[in-house]
């Protein structure tokens, strides 16, 4: 059985990033309205640390290309998790040459429909809850079975009320390849704990 892929996302120091050495991704998010927000100065210097082996995602909402081309130099992975519709994530993805991760809200059955939109342009794909605060680490989730409902051919991560303690669940209901946590490796809002970066990361892996 093919280990699952783990993102760890919103990290903000050096010691969440040692924490999530053994996860596949590691991500920084710029979007200013977050509390796990970074500047792209701030993501370079952390990149410089960052352990080897996890790739860095940068996750944007509707973001101008002035601020997509400042984090660049910290990054492996862009995500994209606004309102981008599939010609703007195809622009995205050529101009700045590399991997895109688009998010798709899901609160139904209907919503699974957007996933052929993305499918041809994205290299990643994220389903997270419908966002009904910020677009994502609201740490609300929605129905783990709506995605086996759908044809996915493209790596995808599954977002949205996880923890250590229901991740296996999550991954065994829905069927998904891979795990997205923020909220639920915090202590606090925005403020993450090491142990329960390891403890997620060792429950996804079934350990």
Known sequence: MTSPLVKICGLRDAQALEAAREADFVGFVFYPASPRS?????AIALAAVAPAGPKRVGLFVDATD???AAALPALDVIQLHGNEDPARV?????HFGKPVMKAIGIGSEADLRA???FVPVADYLL??????????????????????????PRPWLLAGGLDAANVAA?????GAPGVDVSSGV???RGVKDPALIAAFVKAARGG
Not at 38 to 42: V, W
Not at 127 to 152: Q, V
Not at 170 to 174: G, I
């Open 66 to 68: 002035a601020l997509i």
């Open 170 to 174: 999550a991954l065994a209901e829905s």
């Open 186 to 188: 915090e202590v606090s």
């Open 38 to 42: 970074l500047s792209p100065d701030q």
């Open 90 to 94: 195809a622009e995205i993805r050529s």
């Open 127 to 152: 389903l997270d809850a419908k966002p009904a605060e910020l677009p994502g680490g609201n740490g609300t989730r929605f129905d783990w079975s709506l995605p086996r409902r759908a044809a996915i």
């Open 115 to 117: 996933i052929a939109d």
